[in-house]
């Protein structure tokens, strides 16, 4: 079985500034890896995904996350996040042949003028 | 084009009634999912259709949730006798194809109210 850590329920940050929201699994084969955003009153959106390959992954509306198989992390970041940007963000697993996808609780990003 | 919607947008019941909500997916998907979202407890997986095969029925919590999916098409999620831990908002998605590498659109939710 897998699961998902979202080390952060909720990360205040000033517009303009860098944010890392943290994610961390376990599993004991490999996996995929998503992340999804769900704005206020919408339902989730795919950010971005690893599947293979490179261990960076460029997403939508400037994000990007970094796959680390020894630290079991797929931590997203932005340099510089705008009020629109706040909003729920989940990580998400599965290994490979898997339909499902399982889901961490979900950090609540807080932008601020 | 038309995106995954649900009905009713907010549902509130008495305890011990039977609610049915539904979900209409994006034209041409062969996969559904349905989720439920309570506080601080991210999403849980219910159920999975997936063309003809039989559901993956493995995330029901209990047997007074039920789904079923007519023609491929709409789906319905029901339960039973509800009671308070019920309370949650229910999310329905959609894939084009049956594996996680097909990217899962999601609805809006309908926000269930136990009383």
């Known amino acids: 079985a897998q699961s998902v850590t979202q080390l952060d329920s909720q990360v205040p940050v000033f517009e303009e500034a860098p944010v890392e929201l943290r994610c961390n699994y376990s599993?004991?084969?490999?996996?995929?890896l998503f992340w999804y955003v769900q704005y206020p009153n919408q339902g989730l959106q795919l950010l971005l995904k690893?599947?293979?390959?490179?261990?960076l992954v460029k997403g939508i509306n400037g994000f990007e996350a970094e796959f680390n198989k020894s630290q079991t992390s797929f931590h997203l970041r932005k340099p510089s996040v705008h009020i629109s940007d706040t909003a729920e963000y989940f990580c998400?697993?599965?290994?490979?042949?898997?339909?499902?996808?399982?889901f961490g609780k979900g950090t609540m990003l807080l932008v601020s003028p | 084009g038309a995106g995954v919607s649900q009905s009713p947008s907010n549902k509130v019941t008495e305890k011990g009634k039977d609610v049915e909500l539904r979900c209409d997916p994006i034209?041409?998907?062969?996969?559904l999912y349905w989720y439920r979202q309570s506080l601080g407890q991210g999403l849980e997986f219910l159920i999975y259709?997936?063309?003809?095969?039989?559901?993956?029925k493995s995330g029901l919590p209990s047997d007074r949730f039920s789904a079923e999916r007519t023609g491929g098409s709409v789906s319905t999620l029901t339960i039973q006798r509800t009671q308070q831990e019920d309370s949650a908002v229910y999310l329905c998605?959609?894939?084009?194809?049956?594996?996680?590498?097909?990217?899962?659109?999601f609805g809006p939710g309908t926000r269930l109210t136990v009383l």
């Open positions: 998400a697993v599965s290994p490979p042949g898997y339909s499902t996808l399982t």
């Open positions: 599993s004991s084969v490999s996996v995929y």
């Open positions: 690893y599947l293979s390959g490179s261990t």
């Open positions: 034209s041409g998907h062969t996969a």
């Open positions: 259709f997936q063309g003809n095969s039989a559901p993956d």
């Open positions: 998605a959609s894939a084009l194809g049956g594996g996680v590498t097909d990217t899962q659109y």
